[in-house]
């Protein structure tokens, strides 16, 4: 491998000019970027480059501290392998120094291109860019750039405690996606991509975090366009104090007095396992006076967000209840009896059915049209939509319906969480792959040979895609929509 570097440096003449540059060697595919020169791999038509650090390591004095800016460099690295992922028990290869992202382009072709941005979900406690689902190739296919982000999770994402206060505390995952959107901004030239036009999609935490990203002045000129997945757009979030007193109990659920920034990641975990098993949600984004400083509906409601094209939608059944006590306590929360709640959702057979099907439309649908309506309502193009699709091999025992598009959008098969689809599936994904396209390239998702879909305009228009057709009408749901509207007291 070495004797190839040699060749490439020789070959290639290049000088650092403090720029991102697009450079060609032979069949390799190079970038030149502000921290250095990038090599890359082939794989068909399409590059990928894997593991580009956007941010310095986030460990010892660093941690939880902002992400800090890499050094300038024209040394020579490959990029062939993903970083490590960023630290969650689930995953015993994560480390701290994470804060990688993945680039794909299709390779050969000339720029600029549409850049697509996605970040994950994983309710901000898990989940990576480096998930075999999120391979981008399908999408750099079709001509335009694809970058996946790893930032900063649980514990080490979210921390707000007094102790911490000098490097800002808290929100540490959202810091760290506004600074890989930074290096988009400065660095997708070099690989084709067009700074100017950039789509950020995400599904659940990853929708939650370009909400506020849509809300926050530090990033709004980074993208020009966005697709929220999923998103519970009614959550609301800690209040300083709230997250400060979470903060404390991790503390001392480290068993004694230490130094936070020296600690063990192990430890760290046990911590963080302990205070989610108290409060599921006691790791998320919260109110901080500076990037996050009202909730994503309040913000929406006010025209605070950044007026931009506006893809939304949700699924049709984002959950499922396998413990009684959870179907018994979704169903007190509704506030209707039974026999209502069964008018409501006639096909709900079973309570556990009713209990999924009312918590989807309280989280999820309901504060998907408010939002959508509420986006529509400054003048900003604004799609909206349901996934209805449940693959040809799932209908007979439906999984959890939460995420279930990903499949669809990026065309993967056969790795974990992806099955294989049927000709149907393929079908289906083809179409979804396409709207999301042709919206990154224009903000309009309709092109020749698609179903229309209409914007949602001063109408409750949406595109549903089930499982028999793909068609844009009103909402037939509309009614029980309102009924929870109602509820909310908004």
Not at 141 to 164: D, E, F, K, M
Not at 338 to 356: F, G, M, V
Not at 484 to 489: A, D, Q, V
Request: a negative charge; hydrophobic letters at 40%; charged letters at 20%.
């Amino acid at each position: 491998m070495r004797w190839l570097f040699t060749l490439l440096a020789a070959s290639s003449c290049l000088c650092w000019a403090g720029a991102a540059v697009p450079q060609a060697v032979g069949q390799f595919p190079f970038a030149l970027t502000r921290e250095g020169q990038m090599l890359g791999a082939v794989e068909g038509e399409v590059a990928s480059f894997k593991g580009l650090a956007y941010a310095a390591p986030p460990i010892g004095r660093l941690r939880w501290r902002p992400p800090q800016a890499l050094p300038e460099s024209s040394e020579m690295s490959t990029a062939y392998e993903y970083g490590a992922p960023c630290p969650q028990p689930s995953l015993p290869v994560a480390r701290e120094d994470c804060l990688t992202l993945n680039v794909f382009r299709p390779f050969g072709v000339d720029g600029p291109l549409p850049v697509m941005v996605f970040i994950h979900g994983g309710g901000f406690v898990a989940g990576t860019a480096n998930d075999p689902l999120f391979d981008g190739a399908r999408l750099a296919q079709a001509g335009l750039i694809l970058v996946t982000v790893n930032y900063r999770l649980g514990a080490l994402g979210w921390l707000s405690h007094p102790a911490l206060s000098d490097g800002g505390s808290g929100n540490f995952g959202l810091m760290d996606q506004i600074t890989a959107l930074r290096w988009v901004h400065d660095n997708i030239a070099a690989f084709g991509g067009d700074a100017s036009n950039v789509t950020l999609f995400g599904n659940g935490a990853g929708a939650t975090s370009i909400a506020l990203l849509m809300l926050c002045s530090q990033s709004r000129d980074l993208f020009q366009k966005a697709i929220l997945q999923s998103i519970p757009g009614r959550a609301r979030l800690p209040s300083p104090q709230e997250a400060e007193a979470i903060g404390r109990q991790f503390v001392a659920a480290l068993g004694q007095e230490a130094d936070l920034r020296a600690v063990a990641p192990s430890r760290l975990l046990a911590a963080e396992k302990r205070v989610l098993e108290k409060s599921p949600r006691g790791f998320a984004p919260a109110m901080d006076g500076n990037l996050v400083t009202e909730d994503i509906a309040a913000g929406f409601a006010m025209g605070h967000e950044s007026r931009i094209p506006l893809i939304i939608g949700s699924n049709d059944d984002e959950t499922r209840f396998d413990s009684e006590l959870e179907v018994k306590e979704t169903l007190s929360s509704s506030g209707e009896s039974i026999d209502e709640l069964r008018k409501l959702y006639p096909d709900a057979a079973r309570p556990s059915d009713l209990a999924a099907r009312f918590y989807t439309d309280k989280v999820f649908s309901e504060p998907v049209r408010m939002l959508a309506r509420l986006h529509a309502a400054t003048g900003a193009p604004t799609f909206r939509y349901r996934f209805a699709y449940v693959p040809e091999s799932r209908r007979a025992n439906p999984d959890e319906g939460h995420g279930r598009e990903l499949q669809f959008i990026f065309g993967v098969e056969g790795v974990p969480g992806a099955g294989i689809f049927s000709r149907r599936d393929r079908e289906v994904a083809n179409s979804l792959r396409a709207y999301w396209i042709n919206f990154a390239r224009s903000g309009d998702p309709n092109g020749a040979e698609l179903p229309r879909w209409d914007a949602t305009a001063d109408r409750d228009h949406q595109l549903l895609i089930g499982n028999d057709r793909i068609a844009s009408g009103d909402d037939p749901f509309a009614e029980r929509l309102d009924r929870l509207r109602r509820e909310s007291g908004k």
